[in-house]
């Protein structure tokens, strides 16, 4: 991240962008589960991801971006192949047999990814005790949180096993990879640009398992339901072009391990949609879980901001000597 993009980046827009990720990308979880009801995994990844894209290519068109830059195309193919296709594709698999919000714990783990993968930001990262701390309170909330539906599950009395535990986990790590590839590779080009490519990249990704699997086989369009098509379109518009552009946008204005916090903002939104919506019930020990993951989210905020801070008193300082 340069000086001048994080200079050009309005303090609005940045809280703006935060908002969509923190409070769309929870609700994804919800209407994935809601449209995979009614359409196969692969089938609901390609459309979601190639109508995402080709709305966001002609977008580019009508505003005169430009497209075909070789190595731009390169870097957002791989980020999208790891960030869509990898990450946001095993949320769509498990989704099909897991609850909403137990599938959520996935981005629990992210920010511990992020770190140890960001190896720029290794000096930075790992010499704040703040941001550290940070990590650790609110992987201890999302354990908090989801410890029941965890316990049940290695009890084997209805829970989720363990290879399904271990591709959530490879999914975390496939999006910190991914969105760390973005960061540090995709920085020429538009940023609506180099995520038209990665939608129409895993999109495309989706298409062999379509066929593979033969999800089309026997498969009618009419039997879908009106809930199932109108998640589809909130996913398309809201969490792959809204969401995933605000994403993309944040991590070239704001450092990684910031962005991250998401991770644990997602489980909170997406257990209170399973509450209110999926009649699911939360106990004491998941609301505690809910306040530390806060409490852990505005910790690694208030210590990157303390330090820009302090970063901008002393520039003048600096400039005058």
Request: aromatic content about 12%; some cysteine; proline content about 3%.
């Given at each position: 991240?340069?000086?001048?993009?994080?200079?050009?980046?309005?303090?609005?827009?940045?809280?703006?962008?935060?908002?969509?990720?923190?409070?769309?990308?929870?609700?994804?979880?919800?209407?994935?589960?809601?449209?995979?009801?009614?359409?196969?995994?692969?089938?609901?990844?390609?459309?979601?991801?190639?109508?995402?894209?080709?709305?966001?290519?002609?977008?580019?068109?009508?505003?005169?971006?430009?497209?075909?830059?070789?190595?731009?195309?390169?870097?957002?193919?791989?980020?999208?192949?790891?960030?869509?296709?990898?990450?946001?594709?095993?949320?769509?698999?498990?989704?099909?047999?897991?609850?909403s919000g137990l599938a959520s714990i996935t981005v629990s783990s992210a920010p511990l990814w992020f770190v140890?993968?960001?190896?720029?930001?290794?000096?930075?990262?790992?010499?704040?005790?703040?941001?550290?701390?940070?990590?650790?309170?609110?992987?201890?909330?999302?354990?908090?949180?989801?410890?029941?539906?965890?316990?049940?599950?290695?009890?084997?009395?209805?829970?989720?096993?363990?290879?399904?535990?271990?591709?959530?986990?490879?999914?975390?790590?496939?999006?910190?990879?991914?969105?760390?590839?973005?960061?540090?590779?995709?920085?020429?080009?538009?940023?609506?640009?180099?995520?038209?490519?990665?939608?129409?990249?895993?999109?495309?990704?989706?298409?062999?398992?379509?066929?593979?699997?033969?999800?089309?086989?026997?498969?009618?369009?009419?039997?879908?339901?009106?809930?199932?098509?109108?998640?589809?379109?909130?996913?398309?518009?809201?969490?792959?072009?809204?969401?995933?552009s605000a994403y993309v946008w944040l991590l070239k204005v704001r450092p990684a391990m910031?962005?991250?916090?998401?991770?644990?903002?997602?489980?909170?939104?997406?257990?209170?949609?399973?509450?209110?919506?999926?009649?699911?019930?939360?106990?004491?020990?998941?609301?505690?879980?809910?306040?530390?993951?806060?409490?852990?989210?505005?910790?690694?905020?208030?210590?990157?901001?303390?330090?820009?801070?302090?970063?901008?008193?002393?520039?003048?300082?600096?400039?005058?000597?």
């Open positions: 991240m340069t000086a001048a993009t994080s200079k050009s980046a309005s303090p609005v827009m940045v809280i703006f962008a935060f908002a969509i990720v923190y409070i769309v990308w929870g609700s994804t979880y919800f209407f994935i589960q809601m449209a995979v009801a009614d359409f196969p995994p692969f089938l609901l990844g390609a459309l979601r991801f190639l109508l995402a894209g080709i709305f966001m290519t002609a977008w580019c068109v009508i505003k005169g971006e430009k497209l075909f830059g070789i190595p731009n195309i390169k870097h957002a193919v791989i980020s999208g192949i790891l960030l869509l296709f990898v990450g946001n594709g095993i949320i769509i698999w498990v989704e099909q047999t897991v609850p140890l993968l960001d190896q720029p930001k290794w000096s930075e990262n790992f010499r704040s005790r703040s941001i550290i701390l940070g990590m650790i309170i609110g992987l201890a909330g999302v354990i908090m949180l989801f410890s029941e539906q965890v316990s049940a599950s290695l009890e084997g009395n209805g829970g989720v096993e363990m290879g399904t535990m271990a591709l959530l986990i490879l999914a975390s790590i496939a999006w910190a990879a991914g969105s760390l590839y973005s960061k540090y590779k995709s920085s020429q080009g538009s940023t609506m640009v180099n995520t038209s490519w990665q939608m129409m990249a895993a999109g495309i990704a989706f298409l062999p398992g379509v066929f593979v699997r033969g999800e089309l086989n026997g498969f009618a369009w009419g039997d879908v339901s009106a809930d199932a098509w109108l998640a589809l379109l909130y996913l398309v518009f809201l969490g792959s072009i809204a969401g995933f910031q962005v991250s916090t998401y991770a644990y903002v997602n489980p909170v939104v997406a257990v209170l949609l399973a509450v209110f919506f999926a009649n699911e019930n939360i106990t004491l020990i998941q609301i505690l879980g809910l306040v530390i993951i806060l409490g852990s989210v505005l910790l690694i905020n208030m210590a990157k901001y303390r330090r820009e801070k302090t970063a901008a008193l002393t520039k003048p300082d600096t400039i005058a000597n």
